[in-house]
């Protein structure tokens, strides 16, 4: 592909007018310089990447800031890290080896070993120590991360390396400090097998472990997300890497975002049998909920990230007989013509599968999600500028 191309091309390869591809320059959603002939030329690669993300939002629906990252590209249906296809890598990846190529840009063969501060630890159990067995463990993450925060006096060293360190001990006081015990021989291994010790059911498919390993590395960092936007305003003003993580979990307990987990969870739990599907999401639609686990803002024609945590799923627990029931309200979303399945709805049937306790998506997104976030404060932290975003106002004048 040529480094510059016309605006009929360009306007040919995103799929609009013209005068859409100029409406973009005023926007800052593409760059434009002039030709020799004084002709409008536009970079190839970022119009590509513009035609691989999918065309700007209108006004009136979810307005977009653009930002330059060199984190994550969101494909036709998949997240690329750093050019890396999410689902290849979550093949045999851990969440280790994920963080250590997006937060650097370098391959690791081995997994190191991730270690919070006892003394830290400690303190963020210390916290949870008067909350109510009801607690979702969403909200124990958010308790956690603000002790381990406070047990740290040098949290805000904020250089590239420093932070990867803090990240890795942030990543594993999130996991140590949940309720329960670990194995010893799972202690000093991988997060995600520790992250299961916590969660899974004493019963639980050992196939499934390697699902939540997966599902932890798919899930690593998609672009910005809402909880990463909010993580990198946290790190355009310094905020300490605990405060951009508390600020990403903040977020991410959000009905629209990773709460959609929590939705599949209960209605795969109000689904005792196949033959219920119908009515458990019918009573949803009449109660003018939206049905849990279906759609994406940027993934119009699919996310493929949910086709393949559930192909992990399905090859983990062949012939369970909970895939029954979520097998029917699949078919079910497809006569009622829903949109297609998101990876929320995946991710709460791993949950549900495993018997974790009720919001364990909830949580395993938010672990997961904390490597992104990092990696987009990494980048903030070495711009010079805030991030700072303006209303359009509405209200009456002075």
Excluded: C
């Excluded at 686990?293 to 940027?298: D, E, N």
């Excluded at 938010?366 to 359009?392: C, D, I, N, Q």
């Amino acid at each position: 592909m040529s480094r510059w191309m016309s605006v009929e091309d360009a306007a040919r390869r995103l799929g609009v007018k013209t005068a859409t591809v100029y409406a973009y320059v005023s926007r800052g959603v593409l760059t434009r310089r002039r030709g020799e002939d004084g002709r409008s030329l536009f970079d190839a690669e970022e119009v590509e990447r513009l035609a691989l993300r999918g065309r700007p939002r209108r006004s009136g629906s979810h307005p977009e800031l653009v930002i330059e990252s060199a984190v994550t590209l969101l494909g036709g249906d998949r997240p690329f890290f750093r050019g890396r296809d999410a689902t290849v890598l979550a093949g045999t990846w851990h969440l280790e080896h994920v963080a250590g190529w997006l937060w650097t840009g370098k391959d690791r063969d081995h997994v190191d070993r991730w270690e919070a501060a006892p003394e830290a630890v400690a303190a963020a159990r210390a916290a949870q120590a008067g909350l109510s067995a009801s607690v979702l463990p969403l909200e124990r993450l958010q308790v956690i991360v603000t002790a381990l925060a406070a047990a740290d006096p040098v949290r805000l060293t904020l250089d590239p390396a420093a932070v990867a360190l803090i990240g890795q001990s942030i990543v594993a006081g999130l996991v140590d400090a949940l309720p329960g015990s670990v194995p010893r021989r799972v202690a000093g291994g991988p997060v995600a097998g520790r992250l299961w010790a916590k969660l899974a059911a004493p019963d639980a498919a050992p196939a499934l472990a390697d699902v939540l390993r997966y599902a932890t590395v798919l899930l690593a960092d998609h672009e910005l997300a809402s909880s990463t936007l909010a993580a990198r305003v946290a790190a355009s003003v310094r905020a300490d890497p605990y405060a951009v993580v508390a600020a990403g979990l903040g977020v991410v307990s959000g009905a629209l975002h990773g709460g959609a987990s929590l939705g599949t969870e209960a209605m795969l739990a109000e689904t005792s049998e196949p033959a219920q599907a119908s009515a458990v999401m019918g009573q949803r639609l009449r109660q003018g909920e939206r049905v849990p686990g279906f759609g994406h803002a940027v993934y119009r024609s699919g996310d493929g990230r949910a086709t393949a945590l559930l192909g992990r799923i399905r090859a983990a627990v062949p012939g369970h007989p909970r895939l029954a029931v979520a097998d029917a309200i699949l078919e079910e979303a497809g006569r009622r013509r829903l949109p297609d399945v998101n990876v929320d709805f995946a991710l709460g049937l791993l949950a549900h599968l495993a018997g974790m306790p009720r919001g364990a998506g909830e949580a395993i997104f938010g672990v997961a999600r904390t490597v992104g976030w990092l990696a987009h404060a990494m980048e903030e932290y070495e711009r010079p500028t805030k991030l700072r975003l303006r209303a359009s106002y509405t209200g009456p004048m002075a």
